[in-house]
T-cell receptor
Framework: GEDVEQSLFLSVREGDSSVINCTYT??????LYWYKQEPGAGLQLLTY?????DMKQDQRLTVLLNKKDKHLSLRIADTQTGDSAIYFC??????????FGAGTILRVKS | EPEVTQTPSHQVTQMGQEVILRCVPI?????FYWYRQILGQKVEFLVS????????KSEIFDDQFSVERPDGSNFTLKIRSTKLEDSAMYFC????????????FGSGTRLTVV
């Protein structure tokens, strides 16, 4: 089946690191994505990782993929108040559609 | 940076009315999608479209829904007879071949059925 699970809420202090976790079920997923949604806005692609990679770093963002456990994480270094948003994990199914998690609300306290 | 544009940003319609949601995908993308997000729920896949035909659709995408690419730039979602439960944010997306470089989403159309 196709299912993506995320923790619902994360609260961190400004300057700390944030780690948002995700698990997925479809082992044939070729790409896994992280999207950011600010209030009232659309879905902004943050980063993605190909399934044969273990890690991808892009400035303050680090994605870790454990394919054996079907676990994906997004680490945001030096979290800022502007990072407060909902973060969605998504897996690509058959290269034809995305299956999203329910989203993790990240709250950054100053 | 190229964008996916959706209009209108908010649409209010009476139950039973037809609505058409419009999207202009990124010009060199070949794959087009509609997703919806009911308030407080997951973003759900509705339909994918490639080479002028539907390539995949979900259970949500029943006979009340249709998609069309009427010209070289627009991609539309039509709901023939809206129901209260169709109220949601509808997102259009486009991608290059197989989504290998990510899917670009529009800002969404908030549909409210009253």
């Amino acid at each position: 089946g196709e299912d993506v699970e995320q923790s619902l809420f994360l609260s961190v202090r400004e300057g700390d690191s944030s780690v948002i976790n995700c698990t997925y079920t479809d082992s044939s997923s070729t790409y896994l994505y992280w999207y950011k949604q600010e209030p009232g806005a659309g879905l902004q692609l943050l980063t993605y990782i190909f399934s044969n990679m273990d890690m991808k770093q892009d400035q303050r963002l680090t994605v870790l993929l454990n394919k054996k456990d079907k676990h994906l994480s997004l680490r945001i270094a030096d979290t800022q108040t502007g990072d407060s948003a909902i973060y969605f994990c998504a897996e690509s199914i058959g290269g034809n559609k995305l299956v999203f998690g329910a989203g993790t609300i990240l709250r950054v306290k100053s | 940076e190229p964008e996916v544009t959706q209009t209108p940003s908010h649409q209010v319609t009476q139950m039973g009315q037809e609505v058409i949601l419009r999207c202009v995908p990124i010009s060199n993308h070949l794959y087009f999608y509609w997703y919806r997000q009911i308030l407080g729920q997951k973003v759900e896949f509705l339909v994918s479209f490639y080479n002028n035909e539907i390539s995949e659709k979900s259970e949500i995408f029943d006979d009340q829904f249709s998609v069309e690419r009427p010209d070289g730039s627009n991609f539309t979602l039509k709901i023939r007879s809206t129901k209260l439960e169709d109220s949601a944010m509808y997102f259009c997306a486009s991608s290059d071949v197989g989504g290998s470089y990510g899917y670009t989403f529009g800002s969404g159309t908030r549909l409210t059925v009253v």
